[in-house]
């Protein structure tokens, strides 16, 4: 009877194990930035070309899981959140997209370019601050350069700021925001372009 008995808690203890091993795991999840800049309705730049890059973020941001702020100084990584590719070249993709889009041109082109690529402004730009809390706000903070084509004089030297409302409690509205940032800092380049044009 005892050794019925321990049979048939080895049994049970063995079926136990093995359902919380077989148990499903939570799906990871990837994300990436999205152009969300629209054309122009203002003159098109069409022939003019322009040159992106660096761009730059803090040594924080460049890992694959998506860094959300906590409370105060912390921060948190989102392991089951990540981004699909190195957020640095997303960044500047997107960047670049919607500089295109803005100032209605298909001349952009990243740093570093080929040596027959001869842009006439050059935007460097360093992001300090890209992150943000589901269902809060994204802060974005970057300092930003626009350069003459040979890359000898500098144009503009701004530092920008920007807080986007993140419309809910998921990491995808999140993403969202930022995304929304970036195409805020980039209106603002492109309007600093276009002064750089009129003149």
Known sequence: MRYQSATVLVIIISLLLFTG????????????LTP??????????????????????????????????????????????RWAGLLENNLTMVIMENLGKLLDTDQVVRYPWES????????????????GKPGGVVSLRAGWTIVDGSGQQMLVRIISEYAQQVTDQSVDSLVQAESQAVALLCREISVELRKLENK
């Open 36 to 81: 969300t800049s629209t054309v122009s309705s203002t003159e098109p730049l069409s022939e003019l070309i322009l040159g992106v890059g660096p761009v730059t973020i803090p040594e924080m941001l460049k890992r694959q899981e998506i860094v959300i702020r906590g409370d105060g100084n912390q921060y948190q990584l989102s392991e089951l959140h």
């Open 21 to 32: 091993c077989s148990g499903t795991q939570p799906a990871m999840r990837y994300y990436q």
């Open 116 to 131: 027959y690529d001869h842009p006439d402004y050059r935007i460097i730009i360093e992001v300090l601050d890209l992150t």
